[in-house]
T-cell receptor, first 110, second 111 residues
């Protein structure tokens, strides 16, 4: 079946540092989404990015379909960036379903 | 403002009781979902609904059923809840570009 691997599983940053989160897929995709989740919170869509590069503030997402991977870059991290980042992929064969990774837990320290 | 709502936000039930979780969306999205999230397992799809009375099993449908009588409402029903159904349940809807929008979640505890 489809698999989504996220790395690293956790990350500790000093405030101001940059970070890159990775998401790798076992099959080719037709939709790809990054989510942010605080402990006990809901999933907030950060990017819908099935291909190419998108930027929003200090966050940049790059999806390379041929290489079956997507990355989320956090620049100049802030304490409020702490939380879990989840990636999810969809494929033509899966219809409207997304398969989620387990997530990368990010902690930004002052 | 596009929104997915869920009620209740917190629920405690005893084993064997029936549970009704409700979800609403104001975006007229056709496709809606129910997931559960457990530590170490991530999000698992329980059911998907493509529109009114057009529902399909997800990856873990056993012990659950759903109802969708209006496009804006999607209910998850647990008949005779079990302790292993203690979890956080999320509802989501799918936008026109395949992006999913999530509700705030319902934390269900089955004692």
């Amino acid at each position: 079946g489809q698999q989504v691997q996220q790395s690293p599983t956790s990350l500790v940053l000093q405030e101001g540092e940059n970070a890159e989160l990775q998401c790798n897929f076992s099959t080719s995709l037709n939709s790809m989404q990054w989510f942010y989740q605080r402990p006990g919170g809901s999933l907030i869509s950060v990017f819908y990015n099935p291909s190419g590069t998108k930027q929003s503030g200090r966050l940049t997402s790059t999806t390379v379909i041929k290489e079956r991977r997507s990355s989320l870059h956090i620049s100049s991290s802030q304490i409020t960036d702490s939380g879990t980042y989840l990636c999810a992929m969809g494929t033509n064969s899966a219809g409207n379903k997304l398969t989620f990774g387990i997530g990368t837990r990010v902690l930004v320290r002052p | 403002d596009m929104k997915v709502t869920q009620m209740p936000r917190y629920l405690i039930k005893r084993m064997g009781e029936n549970v009704l979780l409700e979800c609403g969306q104001d975006m007229s999205h056709e496709t809606m979902y129910w997931y559960r999230q457990d530590p170490g397992l991530g999000l698992q799809l329980i059911y998907i609904s493509y529109d009114v009375d057009s529902n399909s099993e997800g990856d873990i449908p056993k012990g659950y059923r759903v109802s969708r009588k209006k496009r804006e409402h999607f209910s998850l029903i647990l008949d005779s809840a079990k302790t292993n159904q203690t979890s956080v349940y999320f509802c989501a809807s799918r936008g026109q570009y395949a992006e999913q929008f999530f509700g705030p979640g319902t934390r269900l505890t089955v004692l």
